[in-house]
């Protein structure tokens, strides 16, 4: 099963779908020896696809716990893309893991927009995307694809979260009694809740999360792309989650499957360039998703929650009060400032929300009346 290929910017059409991933080896001369490969495999019933940058320290653990599933080995398959990583990490996994099919990216394209090329390629009927720090248990992928399967309306799934300090992330086989859901809450934000995994039922989501979440490709000529690619990284799945939603389908919350999270949601206050270039990302990104997915006057009447959104949340943060109200008052410029940051992009976004409205099955306000 293992491949190499390089994809460049002639190979990328964003609104391709993966079940139609021919076109790929047409237009890369390096798929063209893959052929033989996805013609007899285009029956699969899932494909896992992995994207990173950098990431060699997480490959070992991450590819191995998919590929140790309890679901049947030749019904899916395993996809690494590699962001043009500079560690090595290609080679890694193309000698280290001869099952997996490993894409050469001739740059680094970010989560969005690498998740989309990788998907072009995968043949299976769901496509299920993977972070590169997560560790699966091994009923993680039978328990995503039995609940999109029992239910007709279930377009997209993602599992209960773990983090890795949580402990005990080596029994794989063991059932898991508390794990975290993930979802928007009415301020816009995404907020993460712990539940009992054994006794929990799945929950209807607006948010699909992006560390694992699973996604029929049938509807992809409607969804048009799984990720936009204009916002590199950050609140991506947001925008997914809502675009599924708004056509109609439901994305769900699937406790009894489960994987750990190496990098997960911390409550830690670090003040660097990078964590607030980070802050700056998912605030701006929030106010394009809603935008997106909103009429005009929707999205007016959702600017106030979703601009205190990014204050309420500071309650969270185990500060004491004093300092939880100079993070607030610095909170307050910083929103702003993404605001009109986001507001300067939404002119790119005019079509797009077009398409979106037009072919939205729900009420007017829906999403408003959600929040």
Known sequence: MEASARADDRAYRPNSAPGDALWLVAAVPELRGERSYMEDNHR??????????????????????????????????????????????????????????????????????????????????????????????RRWLSELVKAVQEQPGVKACHPAGLPLQF?????????????????????????????????????????????????????????????????????????????????GYTVLFVPSAAMY??????????????????????????????????DSLEFLLALPLLCLGSIIKLRTLPVKP????????GLVPFTLWSLLLAVLRFPQYTQERRYIRSHSRRGRFWLLKEL
Request: aromatic fraction near 12%; proline fraction near 3%.
């Open 44 to 137: 699969l019933v899932a494909s896992i696809v992995v994207v990173a940058y950098n990431d060699k320290k997480y490959l070992q653990e991450c590819l191995s716990s998919v590929l140790d599933q309890d679901f049947p080995a030749e019904d899916y398959e395993v996809i690494y893309a590699d962001n043009a990583s500079t560690d090595g990490s290609a080679d890694f996994v193309a000698e280290c893991f001869p099952g997996v099919r490993v894409l050469r990216f001739e740059k680094n394209y970010g989560f969005a927009e690498g998740n989309n090329r990788a998907a072009a390629s995968a043949y299976g009927r769901y496509v299920v995307f993977q972070n590169a720090d997560t560790i699966s248990h």
């Open 261 to 294: 999270h190496e990098r997960a949601p911390s409550r830690r206050v670090l003040l660097n360039r990078r964590s607030l270039r980070n802050a700056f990302l998912v605030t701006r990104n929030r106010f394009v998703a809603f935008y997106k997915n909103m």
């Open 322 to 329: 004093a300092r939880r109200l100079v993070y607030a008052l």
């Open 167 to 247: 402990g005990g992330h080596h029994e794989r086989h063991a059932p898991l009694d508390v794990g975290v859901m993930s979802d928007l809450t009415r301020w816009g934000y995404i907020d993460f809740t712990e539940t009992r995994l054994r006794s929990a039922a799945p929950v209807p989501t607006l948010h699909a999360a992006g560390g694992s979440v699973l996604v029929d490709t049938t509807i992809i000529d409607e969804l048009k792309y799984y990720f936009d690619p204009t916002f590199f990284i950050y609140n991506e799945d947001t925008d997914l989650g809502l675009r599924i939603n708004n056509l």
